[in-house]
């Protein structure tokens, strides 16, 4: 009896818990709603911390709306964030920074027009979503993805992600609609059927229209994957005709170069590029069988995680004696390798997501893209001036490169601010990303030197979650080349947010400022 009383107390106390509605600012909020104040903030990399006026955790729409409201009431302005693995300040606000992590509802349905869709809120993690389609009868997957599945919905198409599947294109390609709580706290549905050139703004915002609430995706039956991991010399591989042959008969590649692998460590000098190898990796549709059970991947999985952690404390044992960065970057690279070539099907999902979603490793990133000649030249020389460009810091005794560096090949967007826009559908882009440890030294003057190049000879552009704004002079330079898609997407923006509350981001307002000012 006594037992039987305490469990109906428990029961009532946690009914009247989760239906508590508090009276604050002469509104009725529920619990989720309420403002975190004098707290900061810091993202993934712990390079950006700030201590907004409040920080909301909303868990439904209305709470949405509701913040957006007290905004308006409040004279202050909103920046959102979801997984915060973006190293660009654009969730930096002095106001209201709202986490949408908590939004994580999905729904799946046949479609009369696209057969099977997803619907998932914005702080849905890839990784649910998978499972979610994976699970359902049929099993359903996501065409593409990033390379890690812990990022969340909104994040990723903010921001203009991307997987490795050429036909694909980004992320956000593969939306059919989507819902943003707009600048008067009204929530509208943008769709290539309700407008469509409402929706190519809509589709890469960078949090400009207001809260992205939800997005609807075409999703596949799904569908096993043979990936293919090969280590070829790069004087041999890395050539025009040799990335277009494999191209063409992959359904996606991702190129990768580790630095300094072909380091003898019993014959250190002189540093030879002659002797290394890239990691050639490529996707490939088949009907076969997966190679691994659901458990087996798991505990891949987890393996992977201990070896990047420890491949992570070397090389951050280094970094005050960089010199010994060829040294440690070929030990993990001869310990990585000694498989040798490698090749197993997998699930799609598990073939995106190929290595584990090791958050506690910390990167310095920077990515760019840009349109790819029609006989693939620009790209071997990219990606050579690259590894080129890695020898000569090493002779200045600059070691900036310590982590890899790798290419991707995706299909134009209609996204207007996507590195990838293109009023060609069949163009395509080459994604060519960079990664060293956190507070590696002559990162940024590395990165300043790549992006130089890239933008006189390729006019790249940046990834947007990826780090940009210390790139001197990126301001005017990211305007020039964006000006036509930023006056387009500005009368959208306009139209959703007129009041500019979304609109507190520096580089953006400098960017936009100048396009329209000019
Ligand atoms: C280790 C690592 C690997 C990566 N791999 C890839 C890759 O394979 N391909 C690729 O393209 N990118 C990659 N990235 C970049 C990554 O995809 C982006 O940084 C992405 O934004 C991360 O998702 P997130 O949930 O952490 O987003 P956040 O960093 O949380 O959000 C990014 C931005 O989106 C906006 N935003 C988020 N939610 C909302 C919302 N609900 N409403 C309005 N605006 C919103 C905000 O402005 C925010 O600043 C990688 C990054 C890291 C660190
Ligand atoms: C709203 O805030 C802006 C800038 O923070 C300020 O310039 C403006 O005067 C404020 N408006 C009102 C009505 O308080
Ligand atoms: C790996 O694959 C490449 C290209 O297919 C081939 O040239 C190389 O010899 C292979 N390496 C080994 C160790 O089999
Ligand atoms: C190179 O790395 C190995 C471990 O892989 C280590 O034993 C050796 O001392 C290092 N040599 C130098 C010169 O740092
Ligand atoms: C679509 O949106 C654009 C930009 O907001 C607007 O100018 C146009 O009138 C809209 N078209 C329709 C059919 O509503």
Not at 256 to 278: A, E
Request: with cysteine; net charge negative; hydrophobic share 40%.
């Amino acid at each position: 009896m006594k037992h039987i009383l305490s469990f109906l107390l428990i029961l009532i106390i946690s009914i009247v818990y989760k239906s508590v509605v508090v009276n604050i600012n002469q509104h009725l909020v529920a619990r989720s709603a309420i403002p975190i104040v004098d707290k900061t903030w810091e993202n993934w990399n712990g390079a950006i911390k700030i201590t907004p006026d409040a920080i909301f955790k909303p868990s439904t729409l209305e709470d949405l709306i509701y913040i957006v409201k007290l905004a308006n009431t409040n004279n202050k302005t909103i920046r959102c964030i979801a997984q915060g693995h973006s190293v660009s300040l654009l969730s930096v606000t002095k106001h209201y920074l709202v986490v949408v992590t908590s939004l994580n509802r999905i729904t799946i349905q046949e479609h009369p027009k696209y057969g099977w869709t997803v619907t998932a809120e914005a702080g849905t993690s890839f990784a649910d979503l998978d499972e979610a389609l994976r699970n359902h009868k049929p099993s359903l997957t996501l065409n593409s993805e990033t390379v890690y599945n812990t990022f969340r919905v909104s994040g990723v198409l903010a921001v203009g992600a991307h997987g490795a599947k050429t036909t694909s294109g980004i992320m956000a390609d593969q939306l059919i609609s989507m819902k943003i709580v707009i600048g008067s706290g009204d929530v509208c549905e943008f769709s290539e059927e309700i407008n469509k050139s409402e929706f190519v703004a809509a589709k890469v915002s960078l949090g400009l229209l207001g809260i992205i609430y939800s997005a609807t995706f075409r999703v596949q039956p799904m569908y096993n994957l043979r990936m293919n991991d090969n280590y070829i010399p790069v004087n041999v591989w890395l050539n025009p005709q040799t990335i277009k042959n494999l191209l063409d008969s992959s359904d996606g590649i991702e190129i990768f170069y580790w630095p300094f692998n072909g380091f003898i460590q019993s014959d250190p000098k002189p540093l030879d590029p002659n002797r290394d190898l890239l990691w050639v990796k490529n996707w490939v549709k088949t009907d076969e069988v997966v190679s691994f059970t659901q458990q087996q991947i798991k505990q891949l999985r987890e393996v992977q995680s201990q070896g990047l952690i420890h491949q992570y404390q070397i090389i951050s044992s280094i970094l005050q004696t960089p010199e010994a960065t060829p040294n440690v970057t070929t030990s993990i690279w001869n310990a990585f390798v000694s498989a040798g070539n490698t090749s197993f099907v997998f699930q799609a999902p598990d073939a995106f997501h190929y290595i584990s979603s090791e958050e506690s490793i910390k990167f310095e990133l920077i990515e760019f893209g840009f349109k790819i000649d029609p006989d693939y030249s620009n790209v071997a020389d990219a990606f050579s001036f690259l590894i080129q460009t890695m020898y000569e810091f090493a002779a200045q005794g600059k070691f900036p490169l310590n982590y890899i560096a790798e290419f991707r090949i995706i299909k134009s967007s209609n996204a207007l601010l996507s590195t990838t826009f293109d009023h060609d559908p069949k163009a395509l882009y080459c994604q060519l990303d960079i990664e060293a440890a956190l507070d590696t030294p002559s990162w940024k003057e590395f990165a300043e030197t790549i992006a130089q190049r890239f933008f006189d000879k390729y006019r790249a552009k940046v990834h947007w979650g990826k780090g940009f704004e210390f790139l001197p002079n990126v301001i005017p330079y990211l305007s020039d080349v964006l000006s036509d898609q930023i006056k387009q997407f500005e009368k959208v923006r306009e139209k959703y947010d007129p009041d500019k509350i979304f609109f507190e981001n520096q580089a953006l307002q400098n960017i936009f400022n100048y396009v329209l000012d000019s």
